[in-house]
Structures are given as structure tokens and as C-alpha cells.
T-cell receptor, first 113, second 116 residues
Framework: AQSVTQLDSQVPVFEEAPVELRCNYSSSVSVYLFWYVQYPNQGLQLLLKYLSGSTLVKGINGFEAEFNKSQTSFHLRKPSVHISDTAEYFCAVTTNTGNQFYFGTGTSLTVIP | ETGVTQSPTHLIKTRGQQVTLRCSSQSGHNTVSWYQQALGQGPQFIFQYYREEENGRGNFPPRFSGLQFPNYSSELNVNALELDDSALYLC???????????????FGQGTRLTVV
């Protein structure tokens, strides 16, 4: 089975500062990795995904993530955050034979004016 | 807007009652998955339906059951509600089973179930 650990439950950051949200995964087989964002009282929206190829993945809203197989990590980064980035962020993993996402417990990002 | 709609958006039920939650998938999607998201937690996989057949189940008891209809809309039924069933229930539709290359899942806004 697969599992995901999000190391920070809450991350406060000032507006226009950079941010990194950390995600580590565990799996005995090759994985696909995803980052989703959840705004208050809403469902999940896909930010970006890693399937194969280049380990640096760019997504929507200026976010990017880097897949590091040796460290089993998939950290999410943004060079300059905005107030509108305040939300819950979830890292998720699946496999090419899997039928489900395994989600982390989420990181609450709060952007401070 | 993901094209996935869930109803109702909020629901309050009494312990022991039964509840049915509904999901309308994005057009053309033959796969629907249901997730339970307890407060402060990540979503947990309940089960997946692919072309009207159950295609995998998470660690949930049999009182959680589902259906997928020919138009690929779906229902989640929960019998004998318990207080711990209080959560946000998310439906996700996809063109194929999650995990198949390049398949993206689109999530609805969820149904907030409160059991009192």
C-alpha cells in the first residue's frame, strides 16, 4: 500500500514571500503524485501532477513541485504567495494499477497581509 | 467549476438513521469514486464504481454502500448512522479508473453530513 506524510499541518507566510509545503510518500512500486487545493467549503482542485518525465512539474496559479525519488518527496513551492492562496493543500499518491488516491492529512497555508 | 455536482450540500441526521447522497458526474465520465473527509483530515477512499460495477473498496463497513446508474450518476448510502460518520463526503468523477495513465479526477464540492 501507499501512504503520504505532510510534515507541516499549518504554514503561515507573509504576502509576496516564498513558500514550500512538504510531502513525503511511501510505496514499494512506482507512483503518480498530485497536489490538490481545497478552499473553504469547496471540493478539491488539482494544482499539478507528476506522472513521469521531468521531475520539475509546473501547475496552475504559479505553483511548482519537484519529484525526488531518492528522498521519496514531492514538495510544493511558490516563489511569491498572494492572499488568495490561503487554503488547505493536500498531497496525494496513486499507482498505475491503483483505483484510489491516498491523501496526506493536509497543510493549512495562511497568507498574512 | 468541475462539472461534478453533489446534493444536498448540507445535511443533518440523527444517529441510527439512513442517508443517501447523490453525485452527478462530468459528462462522458464512466468512473466515480467516493471519499470521506473528517474534520482536519485528508480524504479517505470509500469505494469506486466503474461502468456500474464496484471497482475497489476502502476500509469502510458494509453499511456504506453505493450505486452507479447507466447515466453514470451515483449514490452513496449509509445505514445506521453513527456520530463518527459526520464528515464531508466528496465525489470524484474521471474518464477511467484513477491510476490509469493521465486520468484526472474531478471533485465535486462535497456534502457536509452532520450526525447528532
Amino acid at each position: 500500500a501507499q501512504s503520504v506524510t505532510q510534515l507541516d499541518s499549518q504554514v503561515p507566510v507573509f504576502e509576496e514571500a516564498p513558500v514550500e509545503l512538504r510531502c513525503n510518500y511511501s510505496s514499494s512500486v512506482s507512483v503518480y503524485l498530485f497536489w490538490y487545493v481545497q478552499y473553504p467549503n469547496q471540493g478539491l482542485q488539482l494544482l499539478l501532477k507528476y506522472l513521469s518525465g521531468s521531475t520539475l512539474v509546473k501547475g496552475i496559479n504559479g505553483f511548482e513541485a519537484e519529484f525526488n525519488k531518492s528522498q521519496t518527496s514531492f514538495h510544493l513551492r511558490k516563489p511569491s504567495v498572494h492572499i488568495s492562496d490561503t487554503a488547505e493543500y493536500f498531497c496525494a499518491v496513486t499507482t498505475n494499477t491503483g483505483n484510489q488516491f491516498y491523501f496526506g492529512t493536509g497543510t493549512s497555508l495562511t497568507v498574512i497581509p | 467549476e468541475t462539472g461534478v455536482t453533489q446534493s444536498p450540500t448540507h445535511l443533518i441526521k440523527t444517529r441510527g438513521q439512513q442517508v443517501t447522497l447523490r453525485c452527478s458526474s462530468q459528462s462522458g465520465h464512466n468512473t466515480v469514486s467516493w471519499y470521506q473527509q473528517a474534520l482536519g483530515q485528508g480524504p479517505q477512499f470509500i469505494f469506486q464504481y466503474y461502468r456500474e460495477e464496484e471497482n475497489g473498496r476502502g476500509n469502510f463497513p458494509p453499511r456504506f454502500s453505493g450505486l452507479q446508474f447507466p447515466n453514470y450518476s451515483s449514490e452513496l448510502n449509509v445505514n445506521a448512522l453513527e456520530l463518527d460518520d459526520s464528515a464531508l463526503y466528496l465525489c470524484a468523477s474521471s474518464l477511467d479508473r484513477v491510476g490509469i495513465m493521465n486520468t484526472e479526477a474531478f471533485f465535486g464540492q462535497g456534502t457536509r453530513l452532520t450526525v447528532v
